[in-house]
């Protein structure tokens, strides 16, 4: 099997910086992503919103607690979830859309799909400034051209198969990390071929691997880091924290807090995230630590 080094990542030269609507956006230090669910079957409840005032209300309470981007959905990605088609999808959406493309103009959205014309309706009529893709382009083969020709941000996640089937493909013969690593490096090269040069990494923590394989696959992020473009770590409240402690979604904030710390300090520049004073806090003092430390 083709092995990834070190020198299949020498053409990513790519500073930690992305074209944000036509400015510089710079990962100097990291982010918050707020997550906006417009879905009625998230796995954490709390985090569904569908009423104009409810969507407000969490757009606001984002903003106040030091997020930068909000990634919006409108398609459940856990195992169990109803499959929706894209009309359905793009209807869920589209008055999120409308309040932040009306009253939040300059706030950079991303949406979560996996649908080509989905992404495309979203950027071209309501101005979203990235894409995040949980099949890498797998689930829809239109989505790297469709992603080129928009020329907007790529959020790349690893998953194998689909939300239904994905836990029944956790088998890495060449070991968890070495596959991640090819499946970016290969993924990565056909985009910068098609002309795709913002790219955001998400190594898809929940996605096609066991829990004890998101144990390994965080204390491999350093690896991941070496690719040197923005690492997007999404564990947010996730089975991986509440199955390991024995305890629901709603009682897993401290857990989330914890891992999100480590991943800061192991190179994560987007915390995607339901809780976004508590993982603002944990930027500013990891970053602290790491200023202390430099001095």
């Given at each position: 099997?083709?092995?990834?080094?070190?020198?299949?990542?020498?053409?990513?030269?790519?500073?930690?910086?992305?074209?944000?609507?036509?400015?510089?956006?710079?990962?100097?230090?990291?982010?918050?992503?707020?997550?906006?669910?417009?879905?009625?079957?998230?796995?954490?409840?709390?985090?569904?919103?569908?009423?104009?005032?409810?969507?407000?209300?969490?757009i606001e309470t984002i903003l106040r607690e030091g997020g930068e981007i909000i990634d919006i959905g409108g398609y459940s990605s856990r195992p169990d979830a109803k499959d929706v088609s894209e009309e359905e999808e793009i209807s869920r959406l589209e008055p999120a859309l409308s309040i932040l493309k009306r009253n939040y103009p300059d706030i950079p959205v991303s949406v979560d799909t996996f649908r080509s014309k989905v992404a495309r309706k979203c950027v071209e009529e309501y101005h979203v400034s990235i894409i995040n893709d949980i099949s890498g382009g797998d689930l829809d083969k239109e989505m790297f051209a469709t992603v080129a020709d928009l020329q907007v941000p790529y959020i790349l996640m690893h998953m194998r198969g689909t939300p239904r089937t994905m836990q029944q493909q956790t088998d890495y013969p060449a070991g968890l990390m070495e596959e991640i690593m090819l499946y970016f490096s290969r993924k990565v090269n056909q985009l910068h071929q098609l002309g795709v040069n913002?790219?955001?990494?998400?190594?898809?923590?929940?996605?096609?691997?066991?829990?004890?394989?998101?144990?390994?696959?965080m204390n491999g992020l350093q690896e991941i880091a070496t690719m040197n473009l923005p690492m997007l770590v999404g564990i947010s409240r996730k089975s991986m924290i509440y199955k390991f402690l024995n305890c629901s979604p709603e009682e897993s904030l401290n857990g989330t807090s914890?891992?999100?710390?480590?991943?800061?300090?192991?190179?994560?520049?987007?915390?995607?995230?339901?809780?976004?004073?508590?993982?603002?806090?944990?930027?500013?003092?990891?970053?602290?630590?790491?200023a202390t430390k430099e001095c």
């Open positions: 099997m083709e092995s990834y080094t070190r020198d299949n990542a020498e053409y990513m030269k790519n500073s930690k910086t992305i074209n944000l609507n036509g400015k510089l956006y710079s990962f100097d230090s990291p982010k918050i992503m707020g997550i906006l669910n417009v879905t009625p079957d998230s796995f954490y409840a709390e985090s569904r919103k569908q009423t104009e005032r409810d969507i407000t209300e969490r913002d790219i955001i990494l998400d190594p898809g923590f929940g996605f096609s691997k066991t829990l004890d394989q998101n144990y390994q696959l914890i891992l999100n710390t480590f991943a800061l300090l192991n190179g994560a520049d987007i915390l995607r995230v339901h809780d976004v004073q508590i993982a603002k806090e944990a930027v500013l003092l990891t970053e602290k630590l790491k």
